[in-house]
């Protein structure tokens, strides 16, 4: 399985033969791809550690419900969701 930076480098190169007619005689500057893959990779990566620990208010009443089936729901809970405002 690719792993998420190889995709998007992978992505980025698709990307850059997007044109038509295709580019043939210029110059790809590999550089500056790189530099744009590794901060997209750096950003999504932010964004992932600011996202952790949240989940989808569906996810949250499922496991809330399968709790309460079960008796073992923590009352105490400080439960925040991604699509909350």
């Known amino acids: 399985m ?3 930076e190889t995709l998007i480098f992978e ?3 698709e990307v850059s033969m997007c044109w038509t007619p ?3 005689t210029q110059v790809f500057d590999s550089t500056k791809a790189k530099e744009i893959g590794e901060k997209l990779v750096k950003d ?3 964004l992932d550690k600011a996202n952790l620990g949240l989940a989808k208010t569906s996810e949250l009443i499922y496991e809330l419900s399968a709790r309460c089936d079960t008796g073992s729901i923590d009352k105490g809970g400080d439960y925040r ?3 909350s405002n």
């Open 11 to 13: 992505a980025l190169g």
């Open 81 to 83: 969701t991604v699509d």
């Open 22 to 24: 295709t580019p043939s």
């Open 2 to 4: 690719k792993n998420r």
């Open 44 to 46: 999504l990566n932010s």
